[in-house]
């Protein structure tokens, strides 16, 4: 993999309010731009505040969504046509990968049902990528990532107002089998986008919190109400994503190579007790008493078929096979896909279905690389990002959905992670990721 020459940000985190409002000021404008638009997009593209989120129209919330992707499209753009450092990183594996996709989204727009809203779609994952990659290598990877995560707790707080203030749009009622209905909060978003961006929240907070020292009351407490807003969603998935995410990035931590002895053992001693209970009683039966209490429904096949997720993906294969070359174009699932649901919940199906075969093809290769790159370099962030897209990409579309945004931006930023060299955890004179360590004893906070 290819290096990349970068010059050093020279932004400093400040420790208190006074001195990060004062060095904000004092930031040259294309960097004040620049994080500005990093704020708003992690913030804005995603968010929906009409009380019937699966149906997209141009009201003025879209409006400014659209303003917002056109800022950061110019943005970028400036920054690929006049810094080198830009070009190289675009044109450098895995986010070439991503490149590739979005030119597949471009072949596949003039043939959708809806030539106009696909062009819009792919836009905007030009404007992300273009506006994510300049800004890492123009301003650098901490006040980026400070800037994304004062988005997406933006987002947390102000759907938490929703839900109370507003329920009618904070409140989702989702239907079940029997005439059943499951009460999940969805503030500014769809339930399972909330998850996303509460689990997301979770795993970047901590993470940072950790391992790059940020400290502050104010950090903790986001990160408190982003997991509240995880745990009221009900989004399962990014529930189970959030946790092997930040098992997945502090694995030398947790799984240290000396009590691998101690492991087996245990592993081997639990597999002899199943074989020793299910002598007694029925472990099938019992398993499956236990996951009704986890469904939303009270039906444990409701998790067996990955809540009905398995029968979406079947059809969402057959459609494909009918259209393998160019697909159907980016936000159409819902038109194909309306007998089941709004889209493949898959994102590797939904570039698939969207392009064909071949951005289907450079999807599984841009996630496969880069699960190789976690098993030769462990970097906690890097891998938690890359852990929680993966997990919640096998049941959601998450990247490259409808309109890009938060996902896509650090998604981008887990990608480009190995190529970039002012990251405070790697070590400036080997170039090695520093090995990343639990605190121990009191914790100091910032004001």
Not at 76 to 90: A, K, N, Q, S, Y
Not at 156 to 170: A, C, D, I, K, Q
Not at 366 to 390: E, N, T
Request: aromatic share 10%; hydrophobic share 50%; net charge positive.
């Amino acid at each position: 993999m290819s290096s990349i020459d970068y010059q050093p940000a020279g932004i400093q985190i400040q420790n208190s309010v006074e001195d990060r409002l004062s060095g904000i000021l004092s930031l040259p404008l294309s960097t004040f731009v620049g994080l500005t638009l990093v704020t708003i997009v992690a913030f804005l593209n995603l968010a929906d505040v009409s009380i019937d989120k699966d149906k997209v129209g141009l009201d003025m919330q879209v409006m400014l969504k659209l303003v917002g992707i056109g800022c950061a499209a110019l943005y970028g753009m400036i920054g690929f046509l006049t810094d080198r450092r830009v070009r190289d990183l675009v044109q450098t594996f895995p986010i070439f990968w991503v490149v590739i996709i979005i030119t597949m989204y471009f072949v596949a727009s003039p043939f959708s049902l809806t030539p106009t809203i696909s062009f819009a779609s792919t836009l905007s994952m030009v404007a992300v990528l273009l506006l994510t990659i300049r800004a890492l290598v123009q301003i650098g990877i901490m006040p980026v990532l400070n800037a994304i995560f004062v988005g997406m707790g933006l987002f947390n707080v102000l759907s938490w107002v929703v839900y109370f203030v507003w329920p009618e749009v904070g409140v989702l009622k989702e239907p079940l089998p029997e005439g059943k209905f499951a009460y999940r909060m969805s503030g500014l978003a769809h339930s399972n986008v909330l998850g996303q961006y509460a689990g997301l929240t979770v795993v970047l907070g901590t993470i940072m919190f950790f391992s790059y020292q940020q400290r502050s009351s104010v950090r903790v407490g986001l990160i408190a109400v982003a997991f509240g807003a995880l745990v009221s969603s009900l989004s399962r998935t990014s529930l189970v994503a959030t946790v092997v995410a930040l098992t997945i990035a502090y694995r030398r931590v947790f799984f240290k190579p000396e009590y691998l002895q101690r492991y087996v053992v245990a592993t081997m001693m639990g597999i002899f007790a199943v074989m020793v209970i299910s002598t007694q009683v029925d472990i099938g039966a019992k398993i499956k008493e236990k996951m009704t209490m986890v469904s939303k429904s009270g039906d444990a096949d409701e998790l067996t078929s990955a809540t009905g997720r398995s029968e979406i993906w079947a059809y969402a294969i057959r459609l494909i096979s009918e259209r393998p070359l160019i697909g159907y174009g980016a936000a159409t699932s819902k038109y194909y896909l309306a007998l089941y649901s709004s889209y493949t919940h898959n994102m590797i199906l939904n570039v698939a279905f969207s392009t064909g075969i071949i951005g289907g093809f450079a999807c599984l290769m841009m996630v496969l690389g880069r699960v190789r790159a976690m098993f030769s370099i462990s970097h906690p962030l890097a891998d938690g990002i890359l852990v929680f897209i993966i997990v919640n990409g096998l049941f959601e579309n998450v990247v490259f959905s409808v309109l890009a945004g938060m996902p896509t931006m650090v998604w981008v930023m887990s990608l480009s992670w190995p190529l970039l060299k002012d990251d405070p955890l790697v070590d400036s004179t080997t170039g090695e990721i520093k090995k990343p360590v639990l605190p121990e004893g009191n914790l100091r906070f910032s004001q």
